[in-house]
């Protein structure tokens, strides 16, 4: 079993949808990155989350510690968020802070 | 410079050649990561250097694989002997070295290895 399970794998949704991502781990962690990556392969970092609620935009991270639980929310969701999310932890024992594991991610195709 | 920069951004190499791929981060960030896209897989961590403290190598997937960092800034990441099982996407990224956050990444060098 992965220690980071991202779902859906794939998703498509019509402009204007909202959109939800999400993230679930099995592992004590210390920080969780959600990452985008554009079909061009440049990948870009969201947000880095310890606790609580992030919001940039028209993008919102939330994470449930107790529950091991991330999610990803896009509202007013357009084409040009087509890409892969990648959800990536930081284990809270041993470490380095760039050892981080990744999910597989999601990959999101919004329709116009 | 503007952001992480990583060269070449494709190379192509016949098996047991060894490669060098370079990645220069922003300017004035202490930290520095190499991660690795295989097709088809997930990213995985390679290997990551903080300021002056010993590198973390536990990512580094046989001894083929090493990495240094010259004067705290640029990276070389060499991979000897290559194998066909190393074509991947070899990504670095950089950041400020604080606790816990957000990464800049370059674009990553495509290796493939015949």
């Known amino acids: 079993k992965n220690e980071v399970e991202q779902s859906p794998q794939n998703l498509t949704a019509q402009e204007g949808e909202f959109i939800t991502i999400n993230c679930s781990y099995s592992?004590?962690?210390?920080?969780l990155h959600w990452l985008q990556q554009h079909p061009g392969g440049g990948i870009v970092s969201l947000f880095m989350?310890?606790?609580g609620k992030k919001k940039h935009g028209r993008l919102i991270a939330t994470i449930n510690i107790q529950e091991k639980h991330s999610s990803l929310h896009i509202t007013a969701s357009h084409p040009r968020d087509s890409a892969v999310y990648i959800c990536?932890?930081?284990?809270?024992?041993?470490?380095?802070?760039?050892?981080?594991?990744f999910g597989k991610g999601t990959k999101l195709s919004v329709k116009p | 410079g503007a952001g992480v920069s990583q060269s070449p951004s494709n190379k192509v190499t016949e098996k047991g050649k060894d490669v060098e791929l370079r990645c220069d981060p922003i300017s004035g960030h202490t930290a520095l990561y190499w991660y690795r896209q295989s097709l088809g897989q997930g990213l995985e961590f390679l290997i990551y250097?903080?300021?002056?403290?010993?590198?973390?190598k536990s990512g580094l997937p046989s001894d083929r694989f090493s990495a240094e960092r010259t004067g705290g800034s640029v990276s070389t990441l060499t991979i000897q002997r290559t194998q066909q099982e190393d074509s991947a996407v070899y990504l670095c990224a950089s950041s400020w070295g604080r606790t816990n956050e957000k990464l800049f990444f370059g674009s990553g060098t495509q290796l493939s290895v015949l």
């Open positions: 989350l310890s606790s």
């Open positions: 592992v004590g962690i210390s920080a």
């Open positions: 990536a932890v930081r284990l809270d024992y041993g470490g380095s802070q760039g050892n981080l594991i």
């Open positions: 250097f903080q300021g002056n403290s010993a590198p973390d």
